[in-house]
């Protein structure tokens, strides 16, 4: 699909703890859209966003946020309302992807693998551990490896848990609690297109200390990413098709990236899917970017590939606002 000139509004920024990645996100996908030719506004979100795009009045909003409100149907709700159309999921699939549990237990029953566990009250763990060591402790909504914390024997945090130890115990007041699994991390980048989604490959993520998180993740050079991962071809497959069954079931639109641990010891059984990221990341060092250029699409088709999707999506959903007036 070959976009025509328009006016996109490109929202990033906010008040998460993602803030700063969302900052990087937005201005990339703004100076692409730029460098083909589209107008462009730069919007940081604030509480006067709903008037602030009123007065812009683009033709489309990407969705560059990450994190709540952005990412957790807030703002999607609001923009249904505008009547904008919109990059990436839409409201309700928005609201089960960022909480955990809720994606559990809408994946699970469909065969995709995830990991058990249980919702703890923080202030259980000073009490004793809710599963056995090794286990990791992870906010229930909130994206980037933000609050992971992997709880071994060796951890210095005490047994149980002291009050004065550091980590998402003394930020959050509930956390899920996950059996640890050992081996490869792993992610699938998935792309909508008019013939339905589609995965891009599989990235191995080998941090050069400790393991995948926040900093990890962002920080050049503290991870390196091994594109295409050079693991077995039916768990390379099986990456992929858990990726877009999960994409479908939840109703993600855009692209979505499913996360996953692998146990090579286990085979096929050893994979698990831990999460489901609706607004994944569009910085230099984001890992959908990286797929679809490995797959031949630069930063700039990507970039217009997920407005054609948003735009194609509210066609169909302002012919249903127009039909139900």
Known sequence: MTLPKLHVAVLMGGWSNERPVSLMSGEGVARALEERGHRVTRIDMDRDVAARLTDANPDVVFNALHGV???DGTVQGMLDLMGIPYTHSGLATSVIAIDKELTKQALVPHGIPMPGGR???SEELYESDPLSRPYVLKPVNEGSSVGVAIVTEASNCGNPIRRDAEGPWREFDELLAEPYVRGHELTTAVIAGPDGPRALTVTELVPKSGFYDFDAKYTDGMTEHVCPAQIPDNISELCKSYAVQAHRVLGCRGTSRSDFRWDDELGEAGLFLLET??????TPLSLVPEQAKYCGMDYGDLVEAIIAD????????GQDRKGAG
């Open 69 to 71: 409100p952005g990412e």
């Open 119 to 121: 919702i703890v009250k």
């Open 277 to 282: 990221n609706t607004q994944p990341g569009m």
């Open 310 to 317: 948003a735009l194609a999506y509210g066609e169909g959903a």
